[in-house]
């Protein structure tokens, strides 16, 4: 009889284990690290709002989630840095239809140092930021920083660069703008998630990396903006396209997106170095990576709600945590560009 | 005729006069299934593993052949890839940690077996088997936040002073780098170390000491020239389990040792090993080539593991042959 009555009580469990998850739409996503924190309190305030989907994100690596959004295993993406040519090739090849960039929010890194006597705010130019982790710049006290920094006492000691060991967002960002700032970085080492450091020690993370700065005396080193500002680390400022010293922070970042005169149809664009008066030029946008075309409608339908309420509610909620809000017109296009998911 | 037959088998290997089924409904022969089944299984996940990495670098093998283990390069840019830099710090680091870790090891084990009362024993190797049992992780941290920076302050510097004329010791001192990931590697072998070679002390029969001290040996005399002589093969087999730990170490390496594919004579240079260059980059390769890349780097880990292994098997063989009583 209890034998009896417990096979019946589990049967009926699983029916309204399963009942219960039909109800619910499940869309599963993976990619960068960056995001994650704005992310998972998106896809939480969203399936609050409307409970009818669940949208799972994991932050496995820019990488990695370009390469499971291609097959297949997961329902959409997130990178850090654009997909290139020949990924969206593949992709296309793959499935048949192109997949979708979406910018979502803005980010930036910034250098950060760790000169014991200096507690002052440290000008680079773009000069000194590539002969540094060209490992040409190799004193503090080297004209080519001293010169942006007039009566600051920078020591004669020798630059600990310290950068990130793993492949990372935050490394094809730094790596993007020295290219472009710098010829020689752009043929001797070029952008990457992942590059052939000339010079530094690795750490591991971006607590790695501002760990070892904080430790290490005369240690110079590029984390991202969120990161900084939650954790209070000092960093410095660079000089952007037109000449002023910007300091990092949100009105500037924004600024940096604002001064995009093309955006193209796709939104695959690098935003550093940009122009603007008051632009960061270490900003960039971090894209969701959306198919066009869902093999299942109902996760179609709820992703481009989802996009739309990101656009919209969703942006008020990312300042908090330290990340740019898009610029206007920049949201019009995208909810435009909406339309073109099936 | 009795109604019943009870039959004895015997314990040996069972003949061939009796069909399989029948055998089968012994125990025995079950039992010899079944085990036999779970020891192949295990021979079999490691050719499986070892097939995996093979045809998970093809691209690699096939671009770069043999010239892998020679360059120094490892730029994904570029898509140039080498592991001779990651190869070199894989083995000084597990190199310096073994030669900090065994006479140490080894003469905590012998303070254990031989010299200490039987409850001090007992108690040491209760935290002894505590400290075998901490994550990995955990010695990371230790390493980032004390060792690194006593290393910075004091020890390197003090290196750099009294020893600075052998180029082992010369450079900046970063706090990071082969010798930090060395010491590490040597904490967490240690207790494997005491551990095996304490019990492999404790085993050896009373008959030796005995016979040792009634020929007129001091106490000292008899455990090192017999007691341990007798135990070599154990202490040998405790040696190359921490030898295997400090190879495949991957947390604590990666936090401490600088993360730079450097070779470079000097032990406070950074560097890379194999284990924490995969864990590293491997969920940020794009692009075959680089993903391949690090899928032969563990290839070329578990050769190496297994080339140092072998070497073991056949140093004990020889050794127990030699000595001809021992374990």
Do not use: C
């Amino acid at each position: 009889m209890l034998r009896k009555l417990s096979a019946l009580l589990v049967v009926a469990l699983a029916t309204a284990v399963s009942l219960y998850s039909q109800g619910n739409l499940l869309i599963n996503g993976a990619g960068a690290t960056f995001p994650y924190p704005v992310y998972s309190k998106w896809f939480d305030e969203y399936h609050k709002a409307h409970g009818n989907a669940q949208i799972n994100y994991q932050s496995v690596g820019s990488g990695a989630g370009i390469k499971q959004v291609t097959e297949g295993t997961v329902d959409f993406g997130a990178s850090d840095g654009p997909m290139n040519d020949e990924q969206l090739k593949a992709y296309a090849d793959k499935h048949g239809s192109p997949i979708l960039h979406f910018p979502t929010v803005l980010g930036a890194v910034v250098p950060t140092y760790n000169i014991p006597g200096v507690s002052a705010t440290i000008n680079f130019t773009p000069e000194a930021l590539a002969g540094i982790f060209l490992g040409r710049v190799t004193k503090w006290n080297d004209p080519i920083i001293a010169s942006a920094n007039k009566g600051v006492n920078l020591p004669a000691k020798d630059i600990v660069v310290i950068h990130r060991s793993e492949g990372s967002g935050t490394t094809y960002i730094w790596t993007d703008y020295l290219s472009k700032v710098s010829d020689d970085w752009k043929n001797k080492v070029g952008k990457g998630t992942s590059i052939n450091w000339p010079v530094g020690l690795g750490g591991k993370g971006s607590e790695g990396l501002t760990g070892l700065v904080k430790q290490t005396p005369n240690s110079f080193g590029y984390v991202e903006l969120t990161y900084a500002a939650q954790n209070n680390i000092p960093y410095g400022a660079v000089k952007n396209s037109s000449g002023t010293f910007v300091k990092a922070d949100l009105a500037s970042v924004s600024a940096a997106a604002a001064g995009v005169k093309d955006m193209p149809a796709d939104f695959r664009v690098s935003i550093t170095n940009g122009s603007g008066k008051n632009a960061y030029p270490i900003s960039s946008f971090t894209w969701l990576l959306i198919p066009s075309k869902f093999s299942d409608a109902g996760k179609g339908a709820a992703m481009k709600e989802f996009l739309k309420w990101s656009l919209g509610d969703g942006q008020g909620l990312v300042e908090a945590l330290s990340y740019a809000k898009l610029p206007k017109d920049v949201v019009s296009k995208e909810l435009k560009a909406i339309g073109q998911i099936q | 005729m009795a109604a019943t037959t009870t039959t004895v088998h015997s314990a040996g290997p069972v003949t061939g006069s009796r069909s399989f089924l029948d055998r089968l409904r012994d125990g025995d022969e079950l039992a010899r299934l079944i085990t036999f089944v779970f020891a192949a299984a295990t021979v079999l996940i490691t050719v499986l593993l070892v097939f995996e990495l093979w045809t998970g670098s093809v691209l690699p093998r096939h671009k770069f052949g043999l010239d892998f283990f020679l360059t120094r390069v490892w730029d994904p840019n570029s898509g140039d890839f080498g592991a001779l830099p990651f190869i070199y710090g894989t083995l000084v680091t597990a190199a310096v940690s073994l030669i900090i870790a065994v006479p140490l090891g080894i003469g905590a084990a012998i303070f254990l077996a031989e010299l200490a009362p039987a409850r001090v024993s007992d108690t040491l190797q209760f935290f002894i088997d505590l400290l075998a049992a901490v994550p990995s992780v955990i010695y990371g941290l230790l390493g980032v936040f004390i060792i690194v920076p006593m290393m910075r302050e004091y020890i390197q510097p003090a290196l750099n002073n009294t020893l600075g004329f052998i180029p082992l010791f010369t450079g900046p001192a970063y706090g990071i780098g082969f010798l930090t990931a060395g010491i590490v590697l040597a904490i967490m072998v240690i207790p494997y170390i005491i551990s095996v070679s304490r019990e492999v002390l404790l085993s050896v029969p009373r008959d030796q000491r005995e016979a040792a001290l009634a020929l007129g040996s001091t106490r000292w005399e008899s455990t090192w020239k017999v007691v341990v002589p007798f135990a070599r093969t154990g202490i040998m087999g405790s040696i190359f389990l921490a030898l295997a730990r400090a190879l495949g170490e991957t947390m604590a390496v990666t936090m401490v040792i600088g993360n730079t594919p450097n070779i470079s004579a000097s032990l406070f240079s950074p560097g890379y090993s194999i284990a924490a260059v995969i864990a590293d980059q491997f969920t940020e390769a794009t692009g075959d080539l680089y993903l391949q890349s690090l899928i032969e780097l563990g290839l070329v880990l578990f050769l190496l593991t297994f080339i140092l292994n072998g070497l073991a098997r056949i140093l004990i063989v020889a050794t127990s042959q030699r000595s001809g009583g021992g374990h």
